[in-house]
């Protein structure tokens, strides 16, 4: 028997869709199920719905624990072969709000702030001192564990924890999985399983690069037609409701398509969202400060549907998630392929060696092979490099406790540089750092 981990056990049904599938894969099914949060109401609660599917739908094999707060952190961990990470420093409220409303005030509107941009930076500041935490407690009480990380943003955050502590690290996004087939289905294009596909670049901004039918048949010449076809189609009307435009343009512009959403992806560049040209959010359907809707959506719909999740009928189906398949692969040493963000170590060579990348990995008992790739054709490793350089500049602030690393970040950040000032973006940074205090560690 061995031990599963969940930091941020609060994030219930999360938390239902990585140890459900846990449970329902002989090879996990008896793990202990540690569950560890700071919130005591969202862990009990996440608590009993745990228990209730180890009884519905695993015999109550499990053992199932549960851990509050950082006094609590070590037990938690104690002894644990994986530790999955989906944590939220700060919450919506207040940081979240503070990371969208006051870049407002200078004029820097976002869509979703988690993963680049300003707010995606300062994500990374709350976060990564946590992290810290984390690794060390495990180095003390697992160290020989697998961290498994959910939390945005990715390439900063895993890209830390691989360079700057021992802990064995993979990063893990939803996008890779449903890239291809849903950008297949999307634009009706008939395929025979199993498809062939090559991904490679950076989380959030992973390129497809290569995809085949089951019979060898290159599918991108037909992708390219039709999406640049509805792309023409759409901006001619000026005001389309269709949701992955700017990924379209992409494939017109640079001939590929990429992993993340077109929301996500409007604003890791500096093409859409422009004070000079406000017609372009309406004409590429952009959803301006979409994250903050979707949490309210969200706290919205736990509200309604909590007691579904806590009723003793609870189940569940194994998902698309690679937390389970990846714990399996190494127990049973069972191959399985994942796209995991890693050290870029000369993977892909056009882009830098301590950067973090999104690469196909084997995973097996020997823990998580990546594999090396040509270099990316030389716009997709640019628009790879506009995000990198924050990212790396973020992380050296985190480290270094440096505010010049802080506007260094943000000043080579793609949107933030496109709208502002070098002026307004060093006051935005002071401004961000003082609403942040106490979320934040001190910076000189």
Same mark, same amino acid.
């Given at each position: 028997?061995?031990?599963?981990?969940?930091?941020?056990?609060?994030?219930?049904?999360?938390a239902?869709?990585?140890l =459900?599938?846990c449970?329902l /894969?002989?090879?996990l099914?008896?793990?202990?199920l540690?569950?560890y +949060?700071i919130?005591?109401e969202?862990l009990?609660?996440?608590y009993i719905?745990?228990?209730a599917?180890n009884? @519905?739908?695993?015999?109550g094999?499990?053992k199932?624990?549960?851990?509050?707060?950082?006094?609590?952190r070590?037990e938690?961990?104690r002894g644990a072969?994986f530790?999955?990470?989906a944590?939220?420093?700060?919450?919506?409220?207040?940081?979240?709000?503070?990371d969208?409303e006051?870049?407002k005030?200078y004029?820097?509107r976002? /869509?979703?702030a +988690?993963? $680049?941009?300003?707010g995606?930076?300062?994500?990374? $500041?709350?976060t990564?001192?946590?992290?810290?935490?984390?690794?060390? +407690?495990?180095?003390?009480?697992?160290p020989?564990?697998?961290?498994?990380?959910?939390?945005?943003?990715m390439?900063m955050?895993a890209? *830390?924890?691989?360079? *700057?502590?021992?802990?064995?690290?993979?990063?893990?996004c939803h996008?890779?999985?449903?890239?291809?087939?849903?950008?297949?289905?999307t634009?009706?294009?008939e395929? #025979?399983?199993p498809?062939?596909?090559?991904?490679?670049g950076?989380?959030?901004?992973?390129w497809?690069?290569?995809?085949?039918?089951?019979?060898?048949?290159d599918? *991108?010449?037909?992708?390219?037609r039709r999406?640049?076809a509805?792309?023409?189609?759409?901006?001619a009307?000026?005001?389309?409701?269709?949701g992955?435009? /700017?990924?379209?343009?992409y494939?017109r512009?640079?001939g590929y398509?990429?992993t993340e959403?077109?929301e996500?992806?409007a604003?890791y560049?500096n093409?859409f969202?422009?004070s000079?040209?406000?017609?372009l959010?309406?004409?590429?359907n952009?959803p301006?400060?979409?994250y903050?809707r979707?949490c309210?959506n969200?706290?919205? =719909?736990w509200?309604?549907?909590r007691?579904k999740y806590?009723?003793?009928?609870?189940?569940?189906?194994?998902?698309?998630?690679?937390?389970?398949?990846?714990m399996?692969a190494?127990?049973t040493d069972?191959?399985y #392929?994942?796209g995991?963000?890693?050290? @870029?170590?000369g $993977?892909?060579?056009?882009?830098?060696?301590?950067?973090?990348?999104?690469v196909?990995?084997?995973? @097996?008992?020997?823990?998580?092979?990546?594999?090396k790739?040509?270099p990316?054709p030389?716009a997709?490793?640019a628009?790879?490099?506009? @995000?990198?350089n924050?990212?790396?500049l973020?992380?050296?602030?985190?480290? /270094? #406790?440096?505010?010049? *690393?802080i506007?260094?970040a943000?000043?080579?950040?793609?949107?933030?540089?496109?709208?502002?000032?070098?002026?307004d973006?060093?006051?935005?940074? +002071?401004?961000l750092i003082?609403?942040? #205090?106490g979320?934040?560690?001190e910076y000189k």
């Amino acid at each position: 028997m061995g031990k599963i981990t969940f930091m941020g056990a609060g994030s219930t049904v999360f938390a239902k869709n990585v140890l =459900g599938d846990c449970m329902l /894969t002989p090879a996990l099914r008896d793990f202990e199920l540690s569950l560890y +949060d700071i919130d005591a109401e969202r862990l009990e609660e996440s608590y009993i719905m745990i228990d209730a599917l180890n009884k @519905n739908i695993n015999e109550g094999r499990a053992k199932i624990t549960k851990h509050l707060g950082i006094p609590n952190r070590k037990e938690a961990l104690r002894g644990a072969n994986f530790v999955v990470d989906a944590i939220q420093v700060g919450g919506y409220e207040p940081c979240t709000v503070t990371d969208f409303e006051i870049p407002k005030k200078y004029g820097l509107r976002q /869509t979703i702030a +988690d993963t $680049l941009g300003i707010g995606g930076i300062f994500r990374a $500041l709350r976060t990564i001192p946590v992290l810290e935490g984390f690794a060390e +407690d495990m180095d003390a009480v697992c160290p020989n564990a697998w961290f498994l990380n959910y939390t945005n943003p990715m390439a900063m955050l895993a890209g *830390y924890m691989q360079r *700057y502590t021992p802990i064995k690290t993979v990063g893990l996004c939803h996008s890779v999985q449903v890239c291809a087939r849903g950008l297949l289905n999307t634009l009706g294009i008939e395929y #025979k399983e199993p498809i062939r596909e090559r991904i490679a670049g950076i989380n959030h901004m992973g390129w497809l690069l290569e995809i085949e039918d089951a019979d060898g048949n290159d599918l *991108y010449p037909e992708i390219r037609r039709r999406a640049i076809a509805k792309l023409e189609e759409e901006l001619a009307k000026g005001n389309s409701t269709f949701g992955d435009l /700017t990924r379209y343009e992409y494939i017109r512009r640079f001939g590929y398509y990429c992993t993340e959403s077109s929301e996500h992806n409007a604003e890791y560049n500096n093409f859409f969202i422009k004070s000079k040209y406000p017609e372009l959010i309406q004409k590429y359907n952009i959803p301006l400060d979409e994250y903050p809707r979707r949490c309210v959506n969200q706290i919205a =719909g736990w509200k309604n549907d909590r007691e579904k999740y806590l009723k003793g009928d609870v189940s569940h189906t194994r998902t698309h998630e690679y937390a389970s398949y990846i714990m399996e692969a190494m127990v049973t040493d069972n191959p399985y #392929k994942i796209g995991g963000n890693v050290i @870029n170590n000369g $993977l892909i060579p056009n882009l830098p060696a301590e950067a973090c990348v999104e690469v196909a990995c084997l995973v @097996n008992k020997y823990g998580v092979q990546p594999t090396k790739q040509p270099p990316l054709p030389l716009a997709l490793a640019a628009m790879n490099m506009t @995000n990198i350089n924050a990212q790396l500049l973020t992380i050296e602030a985190a480290v /270094t #406790k440096k505010k010049e *690393y802080i506007y260094q970040a943000a000043m080579l950040e793609p949107h933030t540089s496109a709208e502002l000032s070098i002026d307004d973006i060093v006051a935005l940074c +002071d401004d961000l750092i003082e609403a942040h #205090k106490g979320w934040l560690p001190e910076y000189k």
